[in-house]
């Protein structure tokens, strides 16, 4: 089941740089290996800004919901989440 | 080079039914050819709307601009672009 | 699994008194067979508006798109849509 | 008599672990207390955000304002109340 | 129970002045027995605008959102509604 | 002459309590003052928002931010000002 | 006393063009009169836009309204209002 | 005098296709006058809309008023205006 | 060359008094030297906000955005430029 | 391959004024070495803000990012980018 999920990151201004450094190393690790579980199969950058469209594939509501929160940047993000379903017209 | 396109359809109230029917059918094909050219490599309905997100990989705006205005639907649509970059974090 | 569906209806100004009555008629009873089967487990009227906020328990997005858009006011309708997962404080 | 409210939690940046957690607990204490009263009938987490959305079932407007206002969370809130009507498709 | 009520009324571009006369005479007529049963104890135009702000005082979500469903220019109007409560600073 | 004004209020995070009870203390007296004199003949709280919906009686433009500018609780209110004319509906 | 007005024209597509042309004649005749007159001290086309901004000088909310709803093009603008007042650094 | 132009078209969908190609014709005649003269040196058109962003150097608010005013799509188009000045980081 | 310029004033919550009382009295000394040169004809305090409507009398763009610039609370405002043109109704 | 971008900046309140000043330089070199490269061929000042449009000329949405992310004040912006095609009117 696919959710398309847009993510902007916004750092506090006083966060040590060591400590964004290590978040965003945490980050990288949880997203890449959700990415090779194939729970996260796609992770763009927008053009310009520090966000990204991601497509997610669960089981449902619940699990994708465990997945955000648990991100490390999660509470540095605001995330917006958009249901999809099969397209009529889709050749896959 | 990938773009997310979002599409919001919103056909005339007097259209004919025939009418309609017609251009979504063109609508299809041309949609389909192009998925099976690999330029227009997802596309998926946004749940309980008459919309879709979609994502393309062309050569250029130029390129992009010009199969979007090709769609049969185009004078009936919405359409929002992002352009997308290869994020840090991507395994692929 | 739960959504949170908001419909905001619009009829065109010009339907005739007898269409938009037998619509809204078929319209009550596809949404009631819904409510007895359990997969719309709640409606309510928003006041002053004519919408109504509504509770959805299917098993997938595709199911819901699948019932959305099955809705014979569905042309005529604004639609939007939010996934909801289980709260850590609901006691059920 | 119904209200749809959204919850929107806002944690200052600064705010210690501890002091956070403590008020978690209260507000969970609160709103389980609430929920077995009857007058806090769903509540439901947004997926993706540190939100909810929950169903008030209350005598008043002043009532629904009172235990809102009570929430331990209530400064750190961005709140919206809807308020319900019963809907002439409803089958209870 | 106080509401604080905002209509915004778009009348369609066709509309026969007849028959735009006519709906306004009823509209008054209806608004002015409810201002005289207390239950819309206040009714204000905003200044350039074909809209009101309005007070209603009723029982319920429910009796409200009847009372407006059957204002006569009910189907071509925008209607927002704030509940209202008690304010500690009130004198009255 | 009548305005509809709204108040969200927004305290600084940092505020120390003592300083936030004396401000809101002198904000009730200034208030229940202006209400006595007739120039705020209504208050009511925004059910589950630190806000208020408020009418004033005013002679000119310059009267009513005079009062205004002269809350407590100013420097820390988002106000917004409509300005309200005799609805041609109104039975008073 | 003063006040901000915009002025945002739409004509319906389907109005005859000696229709338009008509009451814009009556629209400029009875903005010209009252311009001479003070009450209407300022108007300023918006570059780009079949929209104005314009000053106001009236005694009341009252006298405003009933200027503004007296226009020949009222039925076709959007209108917003802005109260204003002495500015405490302005030299007159 | 530079200024940064946006220009969104919407033809009625009813508009005879021989009309809207005239329209189109002349419009385009118009614009390439304009570019030719140095008054409108750049005009892209916005990926997947009909619409465009352009930059105009005139000599004043009143002379571009006045060119975009003379737009054969004018009646059909909404225009935002952004007045631009040198960046002192140019090198030009 | 007219500009309707919108200025909101927000000043930092932690800035001490002297230092807000010395920008405010800088500013307003700046403001009157342009009312009085005729290039800052206008200025009104905008109803119950901490904000100014403001015409300026300028020869250029550049010119607007050097005098805007130059502004003691320039770091403070969000300021909004509408470029105008003469009306074809104003009588002056 | 031309792109439209917006560049708002916001420095943190406390940012000490050599720091600002620092990174401004940095900024100014950084922007003139890519405009004289021909990358950044356009860069505007909007007329009171702190705020620029610029157009870019580069060979895909990578190498844009790749360039933006670069500029020292990227932290401090908000970035919005609009991908630009040939329009069918253009003379060059």
Redesign the interface.
């Known amino acids: 089941?696919?959710?398309?999920?847009h993510m902007d990151v916004n750092l506090?201004?006083?966060m040590p740089a060591e400590e964004a450094a290590a978040i965003k190393a945490t980050?990288?690790a949880y997203?890449?290996e959700l990415?090779?579980s194939g729970k996260w199969p796609?992770?763009?950058?927008?053009?310009?800004?520090y966000a990204?469209?991601s497509?997610f594939d669960v089981e449902?509501?619940?699990e994708?919901?465990?997945i955000?929160q648990g991100l490390p940047l999660f509470?540095y993000m605001d995330?917006?989440?958009?249901?999809?379903?099969?397209?009529?017209?889709?050749?896959?």
Chains 1, 2, 3, 4, 5, 6, 7, 8, 9, 10 share one sequence.
Not at 42 to 49: H, T, Y
Not at 79 to 92: C, Q
């Open positions: 089941m696919k959710y398309l999920v506090p201004a006083g980050e990288k997203s890449q990415q090779r796609e992770i763009w950058r927008v053009v310009g800004e990204n469209y497509i449902s509501n619940d994708l919901h465990g955000l509470p995330i917006t989440v958009v249901p999809l379903a099969k397209h009529p017209s889709d050749v896959k």
